[in-house]
C-alpha cells in the first residue's frame, strides 16, 4: 500500500542556453507528489504519517522554495552572487528565517544562505524529480514521484528501496539508534 503526499514549491529559474521563452529568468508554482510503499504499520494502521512525509521531505526541498535555481554554467551566477555580496546578504540575512538543510549532490548543492540551488543540468520537471529521488532515497521508501511546473510534468517510479524500521506507536522511521524521533519509543 502507498502514502501520498504533495508539496508547493515556488522558485525562479531559466533555461541557459534555450532558444524560446524558458531562456528568460521566469517563476513557478511547482506542485511535487511524493508517493511512498510499505506494509501498514499494525499499531497506526498506516504506512507512513504523510505529514511526516511532508517534514522528511521539507527539510531539503525548502531550500527550492522562494530560491534561484541556476545551472553551474549559467552566466548569470556569478552576476548573481556579487550582487547579493554587494547587498551583504550573499552568506544570509537576518530575514532569511526558512533555510533548509545545506546539501550537495551529483545533480545539485544548495546554498539556503543565499535561497540559491545550483545545478548540473537545466531544472527541468524531469531534472527536478532526479535531484529529489536523489535527496530523499534513503530517507522514504518512494516508489513514485511526480512534479508538475507550469504546463510541464513528469513522473518516475522506483523499485522500494528497502525496509525502513518504523515506530509501531506513530509510524515514523526509527534513526540508527532504533528510537523514534517524534515519540521515544526504542526498538
Known amino acids: 500500500m502507498r502514502s501520498i503526499t504533495t508539496l508547493s514549491l515556488q522558485y525562479a529559474h531559466r533555461f541557459y542556453g534555450f532558444k524560446g521563452e524558458a531562456q ?43 530560491a534561484l535555481v541556476l545551472r553551474e554554467d549559467d552566466p548569470l551566477l556569478p552576476a548573481i552572487l556579487s550582487v547579493y555580496e554587494k547587498q551583504g546578504i550573499r552568506n544570509g540575512a537576518p530575514t532569511n528565517t526558512m533555510k533548509g538543510e545545506a546539501f550537495e549532490t ?15 543540468e537545466t531544472m527541468t520537471v524531469e531534472g527536478m524529480i532526479k535531484i529529489v529521488y536523489d535527496l530523499l532515497k534513503d530517507k522514504l521508501n518512494i516508489v513514485k514521484l511526480t512534479f508538475t511546473s507550469g504546463v510541464n510534468a513528469a513522473s518516475e517510479e522506483f523499485k522500494p528501496s528497502s525496509s525502513i524500521d ?13 528510537v523514534c524521533p517524534k515519540c521515544g519509543y526504542r526498538k
Open 106 to 120: 551529483k545533480y545539485a548543492k544548495a546554498y539556503p544562505e543565499c535561497r540559491l540551488v545550483v545545478t548540473k
Open 24 to 66: 528568460y529568468l521566469h517563476g513557478h508554482t511547482g506542485v511535487l507528489t511524493i508517493e511512498v510503499e510499505d506494509t501498514i504499520e499494525e499499531g497506526v494502521n498506516m504506512v507512513y504519517p504523510c505529514n511526516e512525509i511532508q517534514k522528511v521531505a521539507w527539510d531539503l526541498l525548502k531550500n527550492f522554495d522562494h
Open 166 to 178: 518504523r515506530c509501531p506507536k506513530c509510524g515514523v522511521a526509527l534513526n540508527e539508534n532504533g
